[in-house]
């Protein structure tokens, strides 16, 4: 992307984000990653009056070839923490969720936003009001839900017993005093009891596979029992699933983890082909997609902080907040939740 544009779109987001005169901005990458970004957020905070300063942590000295979340190169080292924690805003542009070191970051009361997709998606994906509103409409029902059912024509039938876990809201932003954001989301979750989740779950052809960043090509069955997934069967893809879930070496990885629905009109079910890099959060914005998530609870206050993770976004579902249909095949029935156009 051109230089001048990134610079134009890193001002907007911050100018969301509530970015202001007397304000220290960090921003946080690793190795040569995203050296362009972290000019263009710079540049932007100093426009908008604030304060900043660039992190840059070394290369991963090895990589083990899995997408294992919550192992961060702010590890042990408490003084780029430290440092960190004294900033009103953190733009991370490294991928912390899940991290101790994310955790302790907001603790300290700076609000923290991730963006690692790539710059032409965050520019068409650019966060609005409007949106932040229908999600947080969304946020609202489902932090007064006790149980959530998803079901599908593929033969998903799943129950989730809500009430323990908080409520998420993503909006593509955040100005408020130790909030995390990606930049672009637009999706509410939570997650059902540690043992509060059971029944089966059928992937058809379409849904998605995150972090593989690959589509399902034929269908996958998992039985799940008191929140843990007992078994999976279909094909190729019910074995690659398997295997990876295995290499983990860790139970809590078949664990089951966040669960919600998209609300973005503007974002593809199609966005894995227009785009190299990122972590697919189109896939996980689309509107009217419900997506259950596998692995880590911790990012909401559980015990399950396995490195083993798995977002699924799935088409074509219906989705029950004790017993109110909101989301009927892939249509949110919630008027204020819908774009100008779909009330």
Not at 26 to 43: C, N, P
Not at 127 to 143: C, D, F, H, W
Not at 295 to 313: A, Q
């Amino acid at each position: 992307m051109n230089h001048n544009l990134l610079n134009d779109i890193c001002l907007r987001q911050l100018t969301l984000s509530g970015v202001h005169e007397g304000e220290t901005i960090s921003v946080l990458t690793q190795g040569d990653e995203r050296a362009d970004y972290a000019d263009a957020f710079m540049w932007a905070a100093q426009t908008l009056g604030a304060r900043t300063f660039h992190l840059r942590l070394p290369s991963p000295a090895s990589a083990s070839g899995a997408w294992a979340v919550g192992q961060s190169g702010l590890a042990g080292n408490q003084l780029a923490v430290d440092a960190l924690k004294q900033t009103e805003m953190l733009v991370d542009l490294t991928f912390l969720l899940f991290s101790k070191e994310q955790f302790e970051i907001q603790a300290a009361g700076t609000r923290v936003l991730t963006a690692v997709e790539p710059a032409p998606l965050l520019a068409r994906l650019m966060p609005t009001r409007e949106l932040r509103e229908r999600v947080e409409i969304g946020a609202e029902l489902l932090a007064k839900s006790q149980s959530m059912r998803i079901t599908s024509p593929h033969g998903t039938d799943v129950t989730y017993r809500l009430g323990v876990y908080p409520t998420m809201s993503e909006y593509g932003y955040t100005d408020q005093a130790g909030r995390w954001d990606h930049w672009p989301a637009a999706f509410v979750f939570t997650g059902g009891a540690d043992d509060g989740v059971d029944g089966t779950i059928v992937l058809a052809p379409g849904d998605v596979l995150l972090p593989f960043n690959t589509y399902v090509q034929a269908p996958v069955e998992f039985t799940i029992e008191q929140g843990f997934i007992r078994d999976i069967r279909g094909g190729l893809d019910a074995e690659l699933l398997s295997s990876y879930i295995k290499s983990f070496d860790d139970p809590r990885g078949y664990g089951m983890s966040h669960v919600g629905w998209g609300l973005d009109e503007r974002a593809h079910w199609h966005g894995l082909t227009q785009f190299g890099g990122g972590m697919g959060m189109e896939l996980r914005s689309f509107y009217g997609n419900v997506m259950f998530s596998i692995g880590p609870n911790n990012e909401l206050g559980g015990p399950n902080d396995t490195p083993c993770h798995f977002d699924i976004p799935m088409r074509g579902c219906s989705l029950y907040l004790d017993d109110e249909l909101i989301v009927d095949a892939g249509e949110l029935t919630v008027a204020d939740m819908r774009p100008a156009g779909k009330r």
